[in-house]
């Protein structure tokens, strides 16, 4: 059976998915953690060449203001951040294709990453409110750690429930053929 192409424009829920892979490509994988990969203490530190020094600066008034955890910067943490930028980055940059242009080779991808990245941010948040650097702004962190729970629970069903993710199943070209609709027009009039 053929298969169509559904436009991204008619996957609303696709565009957000992208969306969300644009931003922890651009902005969380390549700038958030990766400064947390080439400043190994934040307290002492000289400006690197990659992230800008504005993101570094940024960076640091977050794990100040809200999250202790991103300055302490434990062994654990450091192994989540280098998998961020060694497996999620090229991920997000195939995925970003795949969704945008429907290719269904990223389907069983999709639900490995998103089981991941589930796994990995439950255990932030767990370590955000139970453990030894917990944030003293509690819902402000739990807030900006929501979305890395919710895509992945929310990526994993639409990947595990649709075969086809992208595409609709296309009628067969015989079955639109002028000759075949017209014999089929004349075998509908015709009375027994």
């Not at 169509?4 to 994988?29: H, M, Q």
């Not at 961020?84 to 490995?112: H, L, M, N, Q, T």
């Not at 979305?147 to 649709?162: E, G």
Request: hydrophobic letters at 50%.
């Amino acid at each position: 059976m053929n298969h169509s192409t559904i436009p991204l424009s008619k996957r609303r829920g696709d565009v957000l998915i992208v969306a969300f892979f644009l931003l922890n490509l651009c902005f969380i994988t390549y700038m958030v953690d990766f400064e947390q990969l080439v400043i190994a203490d934040p307290l002492h530190f000289t400006y690197p060449i990659w992230p800008p020094p504005f993101m570094v600066d940024l960076v640091h008034w977050w794990g100040r203001t809200f999250d202790p955890l991103l300055m302490a910067r434990p062994v654990w943490w450091k192994v989540t951040i280098l998998f961020d930028a060694v497996f999620f980055g090229p991920y997000y940059a195939a995925a970003i294709y795949a969704y945008v242009r429907g290719k269904e080779w990223i389907r069983i991808p999709s639900i490995i990453h998103a089981s991941m990245l589930f796994t990995v941010t439950t255990v932030i948040v767990f370590e955000e409110i139970y453990g030894p650097y917990r944030s003293p702004q509690l819902p402000i962190v739990l807030a900006a750690n929501a979305p890395w729970i919710i895509f992945p629970i929310f990526i994993t069903l639409r990947m595990w429930r649709a075969p086809h993710p992208f595409t609709l199943a296309a009628s067969p070209r015989d079955d639109r053929s002028p000759i075949r609709s017209a014999t089929a027009s004349a075998e509908t009039s015709s009375v027994p």
